[in-house]
């Protein structure tokens, strides 16, 4: 607990200059509307899975809390890249191997809520934009690859491709929200999707990177703990 803290303190704290996912107000009303209802259907599955996981086995509850601290601490981790948003880990792939991906979408919502209120880190109007990209994709990514490269029998190498991928594809995802709202003048949409994700690249790979290893360590250590956890709970 006292290590969590000292992560919060270190990382959180000291970047509330610049601290957003998209950044509150950065959208046009229509494009935040607009992913707010496309995030609708995947947050209403996800109370429904969550619901079934407990009733199924009520001792999860703990487990469900450390990944959703897991995702708010990794994703808090920011650092500035292009304007109206900011580059960090997700945090999301580790939930959605556990639990499954639109458990995920519920806690990362969560999360986002939390820290577009207290931290300034996101915002209210951009919520729905940002839970579609971390919240919705991301794990979804995470979810498929992990169950895809588990047929392979290399887990270590499933776990890190799948919280790597997962990473990347939110960027992949917000550059082009962004690219949507924000098109370039003169060489249109597309054009500005190309920069937004060549600017991201420059600090999201290496973070993917790392968040891959970190989830690796982690689950391990999950798994060590209780080896009766049923990965992928959505089935």
């Given at each position: 607990?006292?290590?969590?803290?000292?992560?919060?303190?270190?990382?959180?704290?000291?970047?509330?200059?610049?601290?957003?996912?998209?950044?509150?107000?950065?959208?046009?009303?229509?494009?935040?509307?607009?992913?707010?209802?496309?995030?609708?259907?995947?947050?209403?599955?996800?109370?429904?899975?969550?619901?079934k996981?407990?009733?199924?086995?009520?001792?999860?509850?703990?487990l469900?809390?450390?990944?959703?601290?897991?995702?708010?601490?990794?994703?808090?981790?920011?650092?500035?890249?292009?304007?109206?948003?900011?580059?960090?880990?997700?945090?999301?792939?580790?939930?959605?191997?556990?639990?499954?991906?639109?458990?995920?979408?519920?806690?990362?919502?969560?999360?986002?809520?939390?820290?577009?209120?207290?931290?300034?880190?996101?915002?209210?109007?951009?919520?729905?934009?940002n839970?579609?990209?971390?919240?919705?994709?991301?794990?979804?990514v995470?979810?498929?690859?992990?169950?895809?490269?588990?047929?392979?029998?290399?887990?270590?190498?499933?776990?890190?491709?799948?919280?790597f991928?997962?990473?990347?594809?939110?960027?992949?995802?917000?550059?082009?929200?962004?690219?949507?709202?924000?098109?370039?003048?003169?060489?249109?949409?597309?054009?500005?999707f190309?920069?937004?994700?060549?600017?991201?690249?420059?600090?999201?790979?290496?973070?993917?990177?790392?968040?891959?290893?970190l989830?690796?360590?982690?689950?391990?250590?999950?798994?060590?703990?209780?080896?009766?956890?049923?990965?992928?709970?959505?089935?």
């Open positions: 607990m006292r290590f969590l803290m000292v992560l919060i303190l270190v990382f959180v704290i000291p970047s509330f200059g610049f601290s957003m996912h998209i950044m509150e107000g950065f959208l046009p009303p229509a494009h935040a509307t607009f992913w707010y209802i496309l995030s609708i259907p995947f947050f209403t599955y996800g109370l429904f899975a969550i619901r996981i407990l009733k199924e086995n009520p001792k999860q509850k703990m469900l809390a450390f990944v959703a601290a897991f995702a708010f601490v990794l994703s808090a981790m920011k650092i500035p890249s292009v304007t109206g948003s900011c580059s960090h880990p997700t945090g999301v792939g580790l939930g959605a191997i556990i639990f499954g991906p639109t458990t995920m979408t519920v806690l990362g919502a969560i999360v986002l809520l939390f820290q577009a209120l207290l931290l300034a880190h996101g915002g209210i109007t951009t919520l729905g934009a839970v579609f990209s971390m919240a919705i994709v991301g794990p979804l995470s979810y498929f690859v992990y169950k895809l490269l588990m047929k392979t029998g290399k887990r270590t190498l499933a776990v890190f491709l799948a919280a991928l997962g990473d990347l594809l939110t960027y992949v995802t917000t550059s082009f929200q962004l690219a949507l709202a924000f098109p370039d003048k003169s060489y249109g949409m597309w054009y500005s190309a920069k937004f994700l060549g600017i991201f690249a420059v600090t999201q790979i290496p973070l993917a990177i790392i968040e891959g290893f989830t690796v360590v982690v689950l391990d250590m999950i798994l060590k703990y209780n080896e009766e956890i049923a990965l992928g709970g959505e089935r």
